[in-house]
């Protein structure tokens, strides 16, 4: 099997790119997130590939890093999400705000990817609940006070506060942000009115 593809990239398509590795191009199927972030025609790439063989083909995606190929696996556990859905959903959220998204049971977040209805989105954060904090990557540090708001056991002011910063236009990952970082300022004991408050200070930053 193929594991990672070190060579240059010949050219882009709208979905898969083909490496020149000495001569010999591979074609590897990716998100449009990774798409964007590789380069151009001519440039060195380095890429981890997830090899799928099948009866009557062979193909290869491929991911900038090992943490969006273990989510691209992570996505594919759960029914009704094979291999397109799954890149799908890594061209519209990365793996931090994938794992942000499945803690804090944001639907709507997952639902932005194409292919993605409401079941499915459903299925996402309720069976990959207890799996995506090992995954969540740079967003690890605050995976736990989100898991506690998506599970609806945080404190009353603080549900309260992240409800208010959401029903304001703010997206659920933003208002938990701010009221995290509100906390740090106004205090743990802070009503909700005082983290609301705090919470629009950061947003304006």
Known sequence: MIGKLKGTI????????????????????????????MG????????????????DQLKLYG?????????????????????KVALAVLSTLTPSELANAIAL??????????????????????????????????ATAGIGFKQELGEGV?????????SALTNLGYSRDQAANAVAAAMKTAGEGADSAKLIR???KELAR
């Open 40 to 55: 151009s025609a001519g440039e060195a790439v380095v890429l981890f590939i997830e090899t799928y063989v099948r009866e």
């Open 154 to 162: 945080a404190a009353a002011p603080v549900s309260d506060a992240v």
């Open 10 to 37: 010949d050219e882009i398509g709208e979905d898969y790119v083909l490496v020149d590795v000495h001569g010999v191009c591979y074609e590897a199927f990716c998100s449009a997130r990774t798409l964007s972030r």
């Open 105 to 138: 049971q944001d639907k709507t977040a997952i639902s932005r990817a194409p292919g993605v209805g409401p079941k499915v989105a459903i299925r996402l954060v309720t069976e990959l609940k207890n799996k995506a904090p090992a995954f969540a990557g740079e």
């Open 198 to 200: 705090f919470g629009l």
């Open 63 to 83: 991911f900038l890093t090992a943490l969006e190929r273990e989510w691209f696996n992570l996505l594919q556990s759960v029914q009704g999400v094979g291999a």
